[in-house]
């Protein structure tokens, strides 16, 4: 038994249609509301009303991703209470909607961090790209930081005045843009861009981490997942908190959901299966020490939901994306492992057996030039992985069952 073919589209604004994805023979749709200021609770109708489309397809609603949780919850702040109880309040309408995965991430301000959106590889395709000089170049002497520098070591600060100095003031804003709110903006981002401070803005936003260690900010996760988990059991629901992207820390903000004895930790919080996590190979893998075969062996139980793509290494945290089953990760072993959880799961009698991946990401490539997409989700390019992980899976499953 294969995983779960899904797919991550942004609503009825898409340019990929749902009439589309059924041609390409995607079995869940991965979606939220994302018309839903964050904070806010999501209203059975409108829930109801993206599940009736996606079905109406022949398909269904696999996982919401993502039911934001909000910075108010991060920092447990003076509206942290109200915050919850929506949470919890959604939690219950996705559960009696018949929607039983959430994907949530808890990293502080930016949900993913990326230098470069368009990154050309030598056979024409784009993919993005982070290289830890050009962020520190960022941080030090564009957003100006308080004390920025310190968090960096000299080699990568010597290499940062090398970077800005070859930049032009039009290049500094477009990498300040594409960090702050181009990237962050398709998933209800802190700061939309509309305002020309918008780099104060997001300052004043990380200053409200000044007091938040990584000790305060795994403190206020676990409490948001006692609150939250026994709401998300009652109602069939199975939470699955993504890592951090990338997994060390940036801005000076903490990360606590970076390694496999993180994502250890986050379990033991509430021992529950609705207290689950999102595999993501290529977030994970950033962090060099994190061992992708052994997490899902010794966590597989807990995974509910896949990210299946690839990155390229670099020394100094550099790295690029690129496709699916090629580049440094091995994939081979780790679909393997995914395969054999979902076996273990049918003979336990485990009514949650098929566990939904999506092809994250994508080398932009061919027609995706001629269509609007948000970075890092082209047509094509993640079309080409599904077809590559699809029949990856379907070897695999011959040699594990003979059939």
Request: hydrophobic share 40%; net charge negative.
């Amino acid at each position: 038994m294969v995983l779960e073919k899904s797919w991550r589209w942004f609503g009825f604004g898409d340019s990929v249609q749902l009439s589309d994805l059924k041609q390409i023979g995607i079995e869940g749709v991965v979606t939220a509301l994302h018309h839903i200021p964050n904070g806010e609770v999501w209203p059975v109708a409108e829930i109801l009303k993206v599940k009736s489309a996606i079905e109406a397809q022949g398909m269904h609603w696999t996982v919401a991703e993502s039911l934001p949780v909000s910075e108010g919850i991060k920092t447990r702040n003076f509206d942290h209470e109200r915050l919850i109880t929506n949470y919890k309040i959604s939690l219950q309408n996705l559960g009696e909607c018949g929607i039983d995965t959430v994907c949530y991430n808890f990293m502080p301000v930016l949900d993913w961090v990326r230098t470069s959106l368009h990154y050309p590889l030598q056979n024409g395709g784009e993919v993005m790209y982070f290289d830890y000089a050009t962020f520190a170049a960022f941080d030090v002497f564009i957003l100006k930081r308080p004390n920025a520098a310190n968090d960096y070591p000299d080699e990568i600060i010597a290499k940062a005045e090398q970077v800005i100095a070859s930049m032009t003031s039009e290049e500094h804003e477009e990498l300040a843009r594409n960090i702050i709110v181009v990237s962050q903006g398709f998933i209800d981002g802190v700061v939309d861009g509309s305002t020309p401070d918008y780099k104060k803005v997001f300052l004043k936003f990380l200053d409200t981490y000044s007091a938040i260690d990584r000790d305060k900010l795994r403190e206020n996760l676990s409490l948001f997942l006692q609150e939250v988990v026994p709401v998300a059991e009652k109602y069939g629901v199975n939470l699955c908190i993504h890592p951090d992207d990338p997994p060390f820390p940036v801005l000076g903000l903490p990360r606590i959901v970076s390694s496999q004895d993180d994502l250890e930790w986050i379990c033991q919080q509430v021992d529950s299966t609705a207290n689950g996590i999102t595999f993501c190979t290529g977030s994970l893998s950033v962090n060099r020490q994190n061992n992708l075969l052994q997490i899902v062996e010794k966590l597989g139980p807990r995974i509910h939901f896949a990210h299946l793509r690839n990155n390229v290494f670099f020394e100094h945290r550099a790295f690029h994306e690129y496709g699916h089953i090629e580049g440094d990760i091995d994939m081979y072993p780790i679909i393997k492992a995914l395969l054999k959880e979902q076996i273990r799961r049918k003979v336990s009698g485990r009514k949650d057996v098929r566990i939904p991946f999506r092809p994250d990401h994508g080398v932009k490539m061919l027609d995706d030039y001629t269509r609007s997409a948000n970075p890092g989700y082209p047509l094509i390019g993640r079309l080409k992985g599904l077809s590559e992980l699809s029949g990856m899976q379907m070897a695999i499953e011959r040699e594990l069952t003979g059939k």
